[in-house]
């Protein structure tokens, strides 16, 4: 069998990666945005419930962000001071946290690899190495540009959707004591 080239599939030689590389990384950037935008809105409404509430039902306010997710599901969810008012914003929350929390991590804390297909679309191959037990945890995403493309319009508008709801659960009354 013979390979023939195929004259509107660009070569190796003209594949600008300049412009790949910046494509990635402005996709890397724009994910970790909506992430912070989202991190932010935690905060405050940690802030802002902390700031309301009085007596015994004090809220955490730890420094690392995954402690202070687990903070504020703490505060909204059964038993929390806000039980009540954040029974919504605890399901958004829940939500979010399932469907991006691990993606986060691979996107901040992993490696990447980027190749290109012959139609000149990116490939991302993400490779994370943590430690879980005292034993080396690894995970490996593989990600078309498409994918990708899909996972961050997901994280805009999921986060945009959990930032709402927690302005409006800043907009809660004091809990009594």
Partial sequence: MTVTSDETTPSLQSIDWDAIFSEVNSWRGACMHHFSMVETSVTETLLALSATAQGESAVRLRHLIGQRFEDLAAAIGPGGPFEEAGRHALSELSQY???????????????????????????LLIRLLSIRSRQPDRAILTLEQPEAEARLAAVKRDGQKLAATLGQLRKVPAVPS
Avoid at 115 to 122: A, F, L
């Fill in 97 to 123: 946290r399932e469907k991006h929390e691990a993606f986060r991590t691979l996107l901040c804390h992993g490696t990447f690899k980027v190749t290109v297909e012959h139609n000149g679309r990116w490939i």
